[in-house]
């Protein structure tokens, strides 16, 4: 993970970067992390273009500046899931494009808010500035206001990375919550949980905890303060302890009052 200045661009201030280059991290790493952007690196590789949704990243930038470095089949797939998964993260497209070639890709990944940019904008950190802020210039005005729930797999650290599914151990560190608690909150053995943490059938259950993960971490910030909120009183929830009701299989208040919050809709 690496970091960035971001000023008065907050409001986007985790950003996923898709490319070939480690170079690109060992530039930004260079720079000052006091007022910084968060920026996670990955690869043109299947898995994790099918899993661009579950990064909590507020603007995706896809390195495209040599597309013949990109795996055969990979923009087929970054186009389809885009497009399935229709949330409002932005796309900014790193490479030189002429005006037919922007046109089939804003057309290839649907309805969703996508900028291009020049390839300037991985040669140092006042180039991805200016990337930034030509979206925002132009983005949608309504768009922070807007929530997608079609597709809520927003946190990968809750995600077993080979298969992709949600897995009850690493929920159970997240949330600081013992497995045999967590298996009782989801109707099942501990037994059954320790011996397939990532079965298929406890995915439904383990949603829950994944929206509530997502909507704090955006709230609060860390994986700290997500614990901290969860076991302290909220006079939103008539002062009762979240972590209490998700265990007492009231989890659904919980989840609805964060997406509220994030919102910024009244509770």
Known sequence: MVYLNHGEFSHMSRVLVVTEESAVAERLESTDREDAFEVTQTRWITWD????????ADVFLLDYRNPGSIPGGIT????????EHNSQTPVIFVADFDPLLREMIQAAVGNRNVAFTDTKAFTDVNGIREVLATFAAHRNPGMESQKSR???CLFPNLRNHQTGRLDATRVSRVFGIPINRLAGSLGVGAGAVYKTPDSPALQAGLLLYERIAR??????????????????????????IPRDLLMNGEGEVVANLLE???SGQPG
């Not at 273009?49 to 909590?56: P, Q």
């Not at 087929?76 to 497009?83: F, I, Q, S, T």
């Not at 614990?227 to 009183?233: G, S, V």
């Open 49 to 56: 273009v099918k899993t661009l949704a579950m990064h909590a």
């Open 260 to 262: 509220d919050m994030e």
């Open 150 to 152: 079609a597709f809520p």
């Open 215 to 240: 909507s704090l971490l955006s709230l609060v910030g860390s994986e700290e303060g997500l614990r901290i909120w969860l076991n302290t009183p909220e006079i939103d929830l008539d002062s009762a």
């Open 76 to 83: 087929e797939l970054l186009a389809a899931e885009l497009r």
